[in-house]
């Protein structure tokens, strides 16, 4: 595995992801210009050159805007025109040679602060501030705060959902297998539905499954988030070892929670319901070797601007720590 940020790209956030130990960087493009609608070549390159000037390597683009794939993901008209720049996105990153695109299929996803939570000042250890989900919270909440206004008024079955996806895939994946892009679906956070009249379909194991059954290719698997894998009622450890094992694992946010829906807070990376070295040896034991991401790390005392550099340093070094000790037994075991 290797360990990898996601965050800011400015300099002084490269060289601090590169003084702890780095190798790899999951992003998206914070500066593209979004009127375009798909991730430019000259975007691409200029981000990457920057990104490699900082001693890294970029293995993921994360994240596509959701003005840029909201018609995809509802069925509505112009859907295929963002398919069309979806592949445009998909040859620029071929050319560019970044060979992972993580997206989403819910219409609002966690991110920004976590964006999909019901708290964002829940206390953990030490008074330490995590978000936190309570799916009863949101019971008949309004679409206005839950939904772009693409969506408002709106309603979509688990039926509808599919229908959408599969349309989706049977359209991009030959153009990804073309550009050599792994496509990385990342499950919906929080893994419950439906929120706000809209159905969220990739919340259990069975469904990650037929997604990556529904257009079989090597291009496409999962970004896979332990937190919310961890979210979904379940063996964690079980998922790891089924979805690795098929080589449908091409990055991973070592993320860890209190528990399963319908509510759970976030914690420490030594504080979930998983245990992460656990998690590790399984990842190893299936075969997996990729990114792997610290994510959604508490908020410390010491860091009260949301910049969270010392909760991610603690992390990352907890992080490395466990990938040591997986290297030691494994050149023991040869």
Request: aromatic letters at 8%; charged letters at 25%; proline letters at 6%.
């Amino acid at each position: 595995m290797k360990l990898a940020v996601n965050g800011r790209m400015d300099a002084e956030h490269l060289a601090f992801a590169r003084q702890l130990g780095v190798t790899d960087v999951v992003n998206g493009v914070p500066d593209c210009d979004l009127s375009k609608g798909y991730y430019s070549f000259h975007d691409l390159s200029l981000q990457k050159a920057r990104i490699e000037d900082a001693g890294l390597i970029w293995s993921v683009l994360e994240g596509v805007p959701p003005e840029w794939c909201d018609k995809i993901k509802l069925g509505l008209p112009g859907r295929d025109e963002q398919i069309d720049n979806w592949c445009r996105t998909l040859d620029n990153m071929g050319a560019a040679g970044i060979p992972v695109l993580g997206y989403f299929f819910s219409l609002r996803n966690v991110g920004g602060n976590y964006g999909l939570r019901t708290s964002k000042s829940t206390r953990s250890r030490g008074g330490a501030v995590v978000t936190s989900f309570d799916y009863e919270q949101i019971r008949g909440a309004r679409q206005d705060y839950w939904h772009p206004p693409v969506a408002r008024d709106l309603e979509r079955s688990d039926e509808d959902m599919w229908r959408n996806v599969a349309y989706f895939l049977e359209a991009v994946i030959p153009t990804a297998e073309k550009a050599g892009v792994r496509m990385s679906l990342h499950p919906d956070d929080p893994p419950i539905s439906p929120i706000a009249g809209i159905a969220r379909v990739f919340r259990s194991h069975e469904a990650l499954s037929r997604l990556v059954d529904l257009v079989p290719s090597d291009c496409n698997g999962l970004g896979f988030c332990q937190g919310t894998i961890s979210e979904i009622p379940g063996d964690v450890l079980d998922a790891i070892r089924y979805f690795g094992g098929r080589g449908k694992i091409n990055y991973v946010h070592f993320r860890f929670v209190s528990g399963p829906v319908p509510t759970f807070s976030e914690t420490f990376i030594d504080q979930g319901h998983v245990d992460p070295m656990a998690s590790l040896r399984a990842y190893e034991e299936a075969g997996v070797d990729c990114p792997m991401i610290d994510d959604h790390v508490p908020r410390l005392a010491i860091d009260p601007d949301d910049r969270h550099s010392t909760s991610r340093a603690y992390a990352l070094g907890y992080m490395k720590a466990l990938l040591d000790n997986v290297g030691k037994r494994r050149e023991g075991a040869a």
